[in-house]
Structure formats: structure tokens, C-alpha cells
């Protein structure tokens, strides 16, 4: 099996186990345009995010960190036909996952965001709330909230709960649950994170939040986050009702209305 150029382990992503489980290992072997091989995309705390942690030094060269190729897929005039449908300065890559393969991935914008992060590290918690509110995992988000409660003071947790996402146009958990259809998370987001009456929440919502042990005290702190906008101006209830379907009710009711 091959290595990562590296830390020159597997090319392996683990699995925690869940109690009683075995552990399952899949393929996570990121490919440059140069063959030199990484690990990329962790799924959990076990494992490595190899060519990510090297993303400062990528964005500034453009090059293989191990190699020195350059990695532009296309450049300004759109020379390279392996990247025709690739935007200008894409950095095309091959990945193997539990998924399967993806070729002609871009990873551009990760490394963006990545570095970023490396820049401003306060917004690593942020982003984590924001892409467990999109794929709907209150587990994890439940479980980043008492852990980080732990470091941080409220203030700076609902300023987390309200972060305003640069590469996803400003959008903040309320606009990300709502665009992925996530109702269970926007209950919950409505919960800790606004000043919608208690008695507005359905009985099944409210039950789940306290069981959770979740408590309302950040609600009044930071601002309501139903009146945070994204870039393009929209408030969740904007997007709500352009979406419709799922979210008519809310709509109707009010629930996104601040």
C-alpha cells in the first residue's frame, strides 16, 4: 500500500468505533496532478490531514509541497485540456474514499479555507457547528457545544453559534441548516441560539433540547441569529421562503421572524 509523502503512514482513514464495534478503515489517498500522494479529509480525531496542514505553504507557491510540481490545473489563457471544465488556478487531484474514486476533484477552496482557519484558528469551532448544522448531526453538534463550554464564556459561544462563514457567502449554522433542509437542526439552532418563545417550539423539539441538557441562556446574547444576514442580504426566513416545501410552516407561523 502506499504511503503519505508526509507522515509516511498508510494511506488509511480509521474509524472510532462505536462500543461493541469493530474498526473500519478506508482508503483516504488524495492524489496531486504530480503523483505524489496525501493523506486529505479526516473523519475523526485519529486520523491525519496531511496535505491540508501543509495549505499556507501550497496557496503560496502553488506547488507540491514534497515535489515542487507546480499544481495550477488550468491556467489564466485555459491552456490545459485535462481541466476543461476547471475554474482558473483549480487544483485538480484524484481521491480515494470509502465513497470510491473522484477524479478531477478540486481542492482549491479547501486549502483556501483551511489556511484560513490556520489564520484565525477561533473560527475552527465555528466552521465544525456550521458543517454538522448542513449534514444534520446534532450528536456532534451537541457534543462540540459541552466541550467547548468548558474553554469558552458564553459570549464567545454565541458569537460561534452566529459566525458568518467567508466561503460559504456569509452564511451562518441557521442559513446552512435551512439550505440542507435540516429541520431537527433548526429547532435546535432556534433553541440556543434565538428568542423564540419557548411555547413556539413543538412539544417533540422542546422535549429533545432538554433532554440534550441544551439551555436557552445564549439565546439573548450576541443577537437573535434569525436577524444575521448573509452576504447576499437573506436572513434564514429569506431563504425559507424562496426554498418553500419543508419550511412553508415556518414561513407561515413566523418562526424565522425575529
Not at 12 to 18: C, F, H, T
Not at 113 to 124: D, F, L, N, Q, S
Not at 199 to 226: K, M, V, Y
Request: aromatic share 6%; charged share 20%; net charge negative.
Amino acid at each position: 500500500m502506499a504511503a503519505c509523502k508526509v507522515c509516511k503512514e498508510p494511506l488509511i482513514l480509521v474509524l472510532e468505533p462505536e462500543e461493541g464495534e469493530e474498526t473500519l478503515s478506508y482508503p483516504d489517498d488524495l492524489e496531486l496532478q504530480c503523483q505524489c500522494n496525501f493523506h486529505c479529509f479526516p473523519l475523526s480525531t485519529t486520523n491525519r490531514q496531511c496535505l491540508l496542514d501543509q495549505s499556507t505553504e501550497v496557496l503560496a507557491s502553488m506547488k507540491c509541497p514534497v515535489c515542487k510540481s507546480s499544481l495550477v490545473s488550468l491556467d489564466a489563457g485555459g491552456s490545459s485540456s485535462s481541466a476543461a471544465t476547471a475554474s482558473p488556478g483549480a487544483i485538480l487531484t484524484t481521491y480515494a474514499n470509502e465513497g470510491g474514486i473522484q477524479r478531477g476533484l478540486d481542492i482549491l477552496p479547501d486549502l483556501k479555507e483551511e489556511a484560513y482557519i490556520t489564520a484565525y484558528p477561533e473560527a475552527r469551532p465555528a466552521r465544525a457547528v456550521q458543517v454538522m448544522c448542513a449534514e444534520g448531526d446534532i450528536s456532534g453538534i451537541v457534543e462540540l457545544l459541552q466541550s467547548v463550554s468548558e474553554d469558552m464564556e458564553e459570549s464567545q459561544i454565541a458569537d460561534m453559534l452566529r459566525y458568518r462563514d467567508p466561503f460559504s457567502c456569509g452564511s451562518t449554522a441557521l442559513h446552512l441548516a435551512v439550505e440542507n433542509s435540516q429541520e431537527e437542526t433548526v429547532w435546535l439552532l432556534l433553541w440556543i441560539a434565538s428568542q423564540l418563545p419557548t411555547d413556539h417550539f413543538p412539544e417533540a423539539a422542546r422535549l429533545d433540547a432538554e433532554s440534550l441538557g441544551l439551555q436557552r441562556s445564549t439565546a439573548a446574547i450576541g443577537g437573535d441569529i434569525r436577524s444575521v444576514r448573509n452576504e447576499a442580504g437573506q436572513t434564514a426566513a429569506d431563504m425559507a421562503s424562496t426554498i418553500g416545501g419543508v419550511w412553508a410552516p415556518f414561513t407561515l407561523n413566523g418562526v424565522f421572524d425575529p
